[in-house]
């Protein structure tokens, strides 16, 4: 099953970063002193808290996510909506909301890709 493209299935998604999820004390760190505006970093803190939620999700859902991702980048969405409804656990604010979701969309493909062959 195809679903098109959807923003707002974006903020739900990032509820893991939200100040009110209940995060284990050593998660709720690592998202604190990650910085936010380096790719990098943010790579790092995708592998430990979005990788294993990711992986659980049906290959539909996991299709569905990438692909409204890319489409809002492609279509140079600002994604200042999807971050206006979240309070993130981030100590820095979020600079470049593309640069975000475009370092997230790449380590969705690897897990997605990490699946596919594992």
């Known amino acids: 099953m195809r679903f098109k493209p959807d923003i707002s299935i974006l903020p739900g998604f990032l509820f893991i970063f939200d100040i009110d999820y209940p995060h284990l004390e050593s998660i709720e760190e690592l998202i604190c002193c990650t910085d936010v505006n380096n790719s990098a970093d943010l790579s790092r803190v995708f592998d430990f808290v979005i990788r294993p939620e990711f992986l659980d999700y049906s290959e539909n859902d996991k299709r569905w996510l990438i692909e409204t991702i890319a489409f809002y980048l492609d279509e140079n969405d600002s994604f200042e909506g999807v971050f206006s409804k979240r309070s993130l ?27 596919i062959e594992g």
């Open 89 to 115: 656990l981030f100590s820095d604010k979020i600079e470049d909301a593309r640069m975000f979701m475009g370092t997230l969309l790449e380590r969705l493909r690897a897990y997605r890709e990490e699946a």
